[in-house]
């Protein structure tokens, strides 16, 4: 045998026995932007089994384009210490109370935090669509494509993963919610959008508001200020570190009380 089919095999080998191991999981975390990896790491150091999907092939979401593509993003002291959990190295700016980081080191050290703690992510995959059961309505799981298949268009039947809590940390789309609002009336999810800057009162405000949206079904970060109605505050990502250490909190908790 060649080492050619020797590589085959492999992949395919080990790519099918994670998705055997994942297509039932405690969690899943839908998106890997800030919020996202932030959650994951709290979630998996708790030692549940903890599932990232993101769309693209790269990790961070809106980090990497920082403010108007400068590599720089702004924290104020509530976040220094989630910055200090993942190792983050951070700058006092010329302002004070306000920190500085560069996007790359975010990016990677976030990814990496959740990575460590035991987090399974897997890039290029898109969540479709979700998994429900009545009475009463909750969400019992995400319906997954691969993100290649949705971009060619070709009609390709999706496959599921079952999990306790799904977390949408997609953004400012809020992708999952609008699944809910759209296909679920059951559900009674209403998006309102996010409203204009004020980014003093929209960074704290998406913490407030993160949590439980309907059983089953968490938001946290952008995806927050979509569901809630709240304020944008551009490239300050306090919000989005200490919303998704609080959405897993919510989610902890949650699971622990669960009979
Ligand atoms: C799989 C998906 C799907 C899907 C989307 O946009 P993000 O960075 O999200 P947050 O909320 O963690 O961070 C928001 C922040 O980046 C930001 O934009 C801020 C603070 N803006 C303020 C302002 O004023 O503009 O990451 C979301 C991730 C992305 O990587 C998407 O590719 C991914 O989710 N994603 N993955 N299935 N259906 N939808
Ligand atoms: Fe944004």
Redesign the pocket.
Known sequence: MSLESHITRVIWEEASRDWVELSSCDVVV????????TAAKYLAEKGLKTLV????L??????G?GGMLLHKAVVDERGLGILMDFNIRYKPSSIRGLYVVDTAELTAKLAAGALDAGAKIIPG????DVIVRYNPFRVQGVVVEW?AVQFSGLHVDPLFIESKAVID?????A??LRILEKKNPESKVKIPG?KS?YSEK?DVDVVEYTGRVIPGLYA????VAAVHGLN??????T??LL??RKVAEAVIRDLESAP
Request: glycine letters at 24%; zero cysteines; aromatic letters at 4%.
């Open positions: 839908v998106g890997a932007g800030p919020s996202g990896l999907l993101e769309r693209r790269s990790f961070g979401g809106g980090i384009g995959i898109s969540v479709e993100s940390a997609t953004g400012h789309d992708e999952v996010e800057a929209a946290t970060g952008m995806a944008r505050m551009g490239p300050i990502f919000g989005m919303s998704g």
